[in-house]
């Protein structure tokens, strides 16, 4: 069974681009999950997407946009990149939508925004 | 609002010792709550729950809802326990975590 999987996994922009993260969800996982975690803190929800659509969105702005494919991969998409949009984005998979199913985690994208 | 709170960000402990990392939370209704560890170089992965009530790697968390906490304990610390352990709340489908504590365990 594979894991989830992101890339790049390291990437470094100048504030103003825009960056696409990418992620592929577990074997037989339909939902995905988007997190930020700033360094020192945990990390902070940003969206979910089931079935291609969005399934809940935290406190974001909306310069951060996500897809989802028909095989469940997603990618997270954050325009105009300001210098606080540097942190690990986590990507996260489950079976089914809603929080009592595991969620299992990617490893990571490091966004450096300069 | 929703919240988690982890009170400490650093635990240190001697090998064998008693280890509590607390969690508390605020929240309305019934809580769904979690504890995740990240082991390092490792990805963040689900340490236990607190619906499945049971013991991971010796680790427990009792759900205490007058005290709205959730705290994680291991009667005698060993050195691969040391790592970063964060709280979470589920609430419809996302998580909400706390900031984390670093357990160190000394030989």
């Known amino acids: 069974e594979t894991g989830v999987t992101q890339s790049p996994t390291h990437l470094i922009k100048t504030r103003g681009q825009q960056v696409t993260l990418r992620c592929s969800s577990q074997s037989g996982h339909n939902t995905v999950s988007w997190y930020q975690q700033a360094l020192g803190q945990g990390p902070q929800f940003i969206f979910q997407y089931y079935r291609e659509e969005e399934n809940g969105r935290g406190n974001f702005p909306p310069r951060f946009s996500g897809l989802q494919f028909p095989n469940y991969s997603s990618e997270l998409n954050v325009n105009a990149l300001e210098l606080d949009d540097s942190a690990l984005y986590l990507c996260?998979?489950?079976?089914?939508?809603?929080?009592?199913?595991?969620?299992?985690f990617g490893p990571g994208t490091r966004l450096t925004v300069l | 609002a929703q919240r988690v709170t982890q009170p400490e960000k650093l635990l240190s402990v001697f090998k064998g010792a008693p280890v509590e990392l607390k969690c508390n939370y605020s929240y309305s209704g019934s809580p769904e709550l979690f504890w995740y560890v990240q082991y390092s170089r490792q990805r963040l992965q689900l340490l236990l729950r607190h619906i499945s009530r049971e013991s991971i790697k010796g680790f427990t968390a009792d759900l205490n809802k007058g005290e709205t906490s959730f705290h994680l304990k291991k009667p005698f610390a060993q050195e691969e326990d040391s790592a970063m352990y964060y709280c979470?709340?589920?609430?419809?489908?996302?998580?909400?975590f706390g900031q984390g504590t670093t357990l160190q365990v000394k030989p």
């Open positions: 996260a998979s489950q079976r089914l939508a809603g929080s009592t199913d595991t969620q299992y």
């Open positions: 979470a709340l589920g609430n419809t489908g996302k998580l909400i």
